[in-house]
């Protein structure tokens, strides 16, 4: 059906950078929306940035001004820029995608999710 891949994770020191991919790919007509969300052990899964189809984004509070979104030439491609990484932003980061397959049905997928690790 849908298949959704995130890279672009890893090790960064306090303050560096880092930029996450996704991408989804298969039987998609459109995109309702494409977000990242992040988890850490004992926390729920939350939002950390939205992208809807027509380019309007969403931030969690502790994303804003470090944060940005943003959707390739590709519609199916969306980039996750992180600037000013804090050791509380270690995290699986996880992509997902709300389609209109092409038969009709809206539907949600998820990625494997990316490690994220801020530490000196």
């Known amino acids: 059906q849908v298949q959704v891949v995130e890279s672009g994770g890893g090790l960064v020191q306090p303050g560096g950078s880092l930029r996450l991919s996704c991408a989804a790919s298969?039987?998609?007509?459109?995109?309702?929306?494409m977000a990242w969300y992040r988890q850490t052990p004992g926390i729920s899964r939350e939002l950390v940035a939205r992208?809807?189809?027509?380019?309007?984004?969403e931030y969690a509070d502790s994303a804003k001004g470090r944060f940005t979104i943003s959707r390739a030439n590709a519609a199916n491609t969306v980039y996750l820029q992180m600037n000013s990484l804090k050791p509380e932003d270690t995290a699986v980061y996880y992509c997902?995608?709300?389609?209109?397959?092409?038969?009709?049905?809206?539907?949600?997928?998820w990625g494997q999710g990316t490690q994220v690790t801020v530490s000196s």
């Open positions: 997902n995608a709300d389609v209109r397959l092409t038969w009709g049905f809206r539907n949600h997928y």
């Open positions: 298969g039987s998609i007509a459109s995109f309702y929306n």
């Open positions: 992208i809807d189809g027509g380019d309007s984004t």
